[in-house]
């Protein structure tokens, strides 16, 4: 059985930083990614990452404070996630597949969401 579960949300100042892991269990995917949803808004792309980790995807938003990164070993997929703003505040989904990079119908496996919360 396919599983992602996620962890390492929390609430944090602005300017703040926090690390979110998900743990894949069941297979190995080939690109991972991670997608944030605010309230009342669409599920929205934020970064992901290739098989071996050589290639990195990052939306406009997130460029230079966002990291992601993975551990085939572990089954695991990072998002460091430094200089965080207000407007970061989402419930973060990590995700996996192979169709478009950008879009959450290229992905068919998602995690449950862990929450963001950055204060002002």
């Known amino acids: 059985q396919v599983q992602l579960v996620e962890s390492g949300g929390g609430l944090v100042q602005a300017g703040g930083s926090l690390r979110l892991s998900c743990t894949a269990s069941?297979?190995?995917?080939?690109?991972m990614g991670w997608f944030r949803q605010a309230p009342g808004k669409e599920r929205e792309f934020v970064a992901a990452?290739?098989?071996?980790?050589?290639?990195?995807y990052y939306t406009d938003s997130v460029k230079g404070r966002f990291t992601i990164s993975r551990d085939n070993v572990k089954n695991t997929v990072y998002l460091q996630m430094n200089s965080l703003k207000p407007e970061d505040t989402a419930v973060y989904y990590c995700?996996?597949?192979?169709?478009?990079?950008?879009?959450?119908?290229?992905?068919?496996?998602w995690g449950q969401g862990t929450q963001v919360t950055v204060s002002s």
């Open positions: 995700a996996a597949g192979s169709g478009y990079i950008e879009a959450p119908l290229g992905y068919d496996y």
């Open positions: 990452i290739s098989r071996s980790g050589g290639t990195t």
């Open positions: 069941g297979r190995t995917f080939s690109r």
